[in-house]
């Protein structure tokens, strides 16, 4: 794959100012949209080394047949055009944020004579004011339903007003006094519109002014020894303060900012955003996104920002909703070109908007909750994810197309090496069958180092030894099942037994899987199949995973697989090669901590916890007991003078006690 050569402006053509850029295809399509400070500097970085591109970007490249821009004044006006062109051609390879769900919002129909209070999704109306969004509808209902109370608004669908006013005759909810009924005239249209914004004035966080006004009426009412009506507005008091609880108070009064956390991984992105008005959480929202481009998390904070605020035309329009532009944005990773940003944003809000990451205090533990937020979001999308049966079917179906496989992948084992500085050396193996993690099979080793993988304690050695003792076992395992022909296998492996008492039991290694991952790139991939050729196994794929690109490599190819960056092939390879690392790195961090709070003791057959007390309290270290004669040895109590014999050699290096697992789940 080469750049598209007629694509390739002239250096010198190319201006030096901040501006917009557009590709464009043989249709004339605008394929993508992006803005620079520096128009000839960021557009040469697309044909300077086109084989250091993102995969992503190399197709973009050698898709577009023309390319031109646009030279703006400031950065400001160009992330304003970036946003209109996106929004206008809806370009292919730009990032798109999606919602994660579609979130309900409590809605006010202020675009309606007698505006109504109701539960809305999906897209925003003109002229309706929102507040929200919630986590459930039924959340929303118990609110109104406690606002109702001080502000008796409107409620009823369009046919219940009607039948309502042609019959003369209120709903319940007028008779019980949660409506001024405006259907039978009980109130006018301007009156019921001033209940309706003092509704939204409330919910928009000017709560104080409602409640002490009630308080104030509350006590001339008592004065006036009207104490029934004291008492009902005593109610409704309690009745706001009961809605203003649902609502967490997280920071000062008078704090009005979005907190904005990402989470991420090489293929997706997760970002949850929550809305504090008058330091309460007014809502949340979240979003996810599939990384088509190699952006870096401040360009994908900048993308966000640029779409969710994009739209918006001003604090006056859009006050009170889970969207508006706030005084503070706080974020987790600093967007690229902040400044220019942040001017953006406040010529959107009209006014000077804070942008930045918090370092200390209230809103740093807020950013906090929400960075959980947003990596509990990624994880649960990435579970929905793989738990759809079509989806993982569509999975191994590109695995098996872009591997050349004979069948598609049902068994797929990983191998992942773990060490720090060649101590500690472990491999993991985890089971994926039909797309799903099969945790009952996962296998751990611990790696020796010698004999078949050779002395060099490094990550090719290593995976060859695991792939090897894996596989022995399979065929030990197999042979005495009566099951070595699967394998093709030509070699002696012993006399297969027969089944005394019912079928032969599997083993733990009896099953083949049809395809191999190992976590590294080609010289991983020929080490793994080294292993299976020498053990005369040839029906058993071999593939690769690096980390860096996410290339696929098979052992016998000299360029790596680019499997489609937003498949469900590449996404599979990628679940398998990460549960593959986690559960190495467990194993060796469990390996690590033993090592530090250890002692050699730990390694001698027979000696449990309480005699190894028992020794190092009588002798006070491994040092001076190691110094000490049998016969000091033996008079401890509980050491008798064969185990007092095995440890006196043991610690003079007379015995090798260490002993090694063969990979089964023990060790």
Not at 66 to 83: F, H, K, M, S
Not at 244 to 267: R, W
Not at 434 to 441: H, I, M, P, T, V
Not at 544 to 550: D, S, T, V, W, Y
Request: aromatic fraction near 6%; hydrophobic fraction near 35%.
């Amino acid at each position: 794959m080469a750049a598209t050569p007629h694509l390739r402006p002239a250096p010198g053509s190319i201006p030096t100012e901040p501006g917009v850029y557009r590709f464009r295809d043989t249709a004339g399509q605008v394929i993508y949209v992006g803005k620079a400070k520096n128009l000839r500097s960021r557009l040469s970085s697309y044909f300077r080394d086109f084989a250091g591109l993102h995969p992503r970007t190399q197709q973009m490249v050698s898709t577009a047949a023309d390319v031109d821009w646009t030279i703006v004044g400031t950065e400001v006006e160009a992330l304003q055009l970036e946003y209109s062109w996106i929004k206008q051609y809806n370009p292919r390879f730009n990032v798109k944020y999606r919602d994660d769900k579609s979130y309900p919002y409590l809605a006010v129909t202020l675009n309606e004579e007698f505006p109504r209070v109701q539960v809305m999704r999906g897209a925003k109306r003109k002229g309706v004011r929102y507040f929200g969004p919630y986590s459930h509808a039924w959340a929303i209902r118990e609110t109104v339903d406690l606002m109702l109370r001080v502000f008796p608004v409107r409620t009823c669908s369009a046919g219940v007003f009607r039948g309502a006013r042609n019959s003369g005759r209120p709903c319940l909810l007028g008779y019980i006094g949660k409506c001024v009924a405006p259907c039978v005239g009980k109130a006018t249209p301007e009156e019921h519109r001033e209940l309706a914004e003092d509704f939204c004035s409330f919910m928009a966080g000017d709560t104080g002014r409602f409640i002490r006004g009630l308080e104030g009426r509350m006590r001339d009412e008592a004065k006036e020894q009207e104490y029934e009506r004291a008492a009902r507005i005593r109610d409704d008091i309690e009745a706001l303060r009961a809605a203003l609880e649902k609502q967490a108070v997280v920071l000062p009064d008078s704090t009005d900012c979005d907190v904005i956390s990402m989470a991420e991984d090489p293929l997706e992105a997760a970002v949850q955003i929550f809305h504090v008005r008058g330091g309460r959480i007014r809502g949340r929202r979240g979003y996810v996104v599939d990384r088509v481009t190699d952006a870096d998390p401040g360009e994908l904070m900048r993308t966000f920002l640029r779409q969710i605020y994009g739209a918006l035309g001003g604090e006056e329009e859009v006050e009170g909703t889970g969207t508006s532009v706030p005084r503070e944005v706080l974020v987790s990773h600093e967007p690229t070109d902040r400044e220019a940003v942040a001017r953006w944003l406040s010529e959107h809000r009209g006014s000077t908007v804070d942008l930045r990451v918090p370092q200390r205090g209230d809103k740093k533990s807020l950013m906090e909750t929400v960075d959980k937020n947003a990596r509990e979001a990624l994880a649960r999308h990435k579970t929905h994810r793989a738990g759809d049966l079509s989806t993982r079917s569509r999975a191994l179906n590109e695995i098996q197309e872009a591997l050349d496989l004979p069948e598609a992948p049902l068994r797929i084992e990983c191998f992942d090496i773990s060490n720090l500085q060649g101590e500690h050396v472990v491999a993991s193996m985890v089971v994926f069958e039909d797309g799903l993690a099969r945790k009952s099979e996962y296998r751990r080793f611990s790696i020796r180092g010698s004999g078949e993988g050779g002395s060099e304690l490094h990550d090719v050695a290593a995976m060859y030894e695991v792939v090897r003792r894996r596989f022995r076992r399979y065929l030990e395992e197999s042979s005495k099942a009566g099951e070595l022909a699967r394998m093709g296998e030509t070699g002696d492996h012993g006399a297969q037994q027969e089944a005394t008492e019912g079928e032969p039991t599997p083993g733990k290694f009896a099953y083949p899987p049809n395809l191999v991952v190992v976590d590294g790139a080609r010289p991983q991939a020929e080490a793994a199949r080294r292993a299976l050729d020498e053990l005369g196994i040839e029906d058993v794929a071999v593939c690769g995973l690096a980390k860096r690109l996410e290339e696929v490599w098979l052992p016998d190819d000299e360029d790596p697989v680019i499997l489609p960056r937003n498949g469900e092939g590449l996404y599979l390879l990628q679940r398998v090669r990460d549960e593959a690392h986690r559960f190495a790195i467990r194993y060796h961090r469990q390996k690590r901590a033993k090592a530090l709070t250890g002692s050699s003791l730990d390694e001698l057959p027979g000696l449990g916890p309480s005699r190894r007390s028992a020794l190092i309290k009588e002798f006070g270290s491994v040092k001076r007991l190691a110094e000490a004669g049998v016969e000091d040895i033996a008079a401890v109590p509980g050491i008798g003078a064969k185990l007092a014999e095995a440890v006196h050699a043991h610690l003079s290096g007379g015995a090798t006690a260490e002993q090694s697992t063969d990979g089964g789940g023990d060790k």
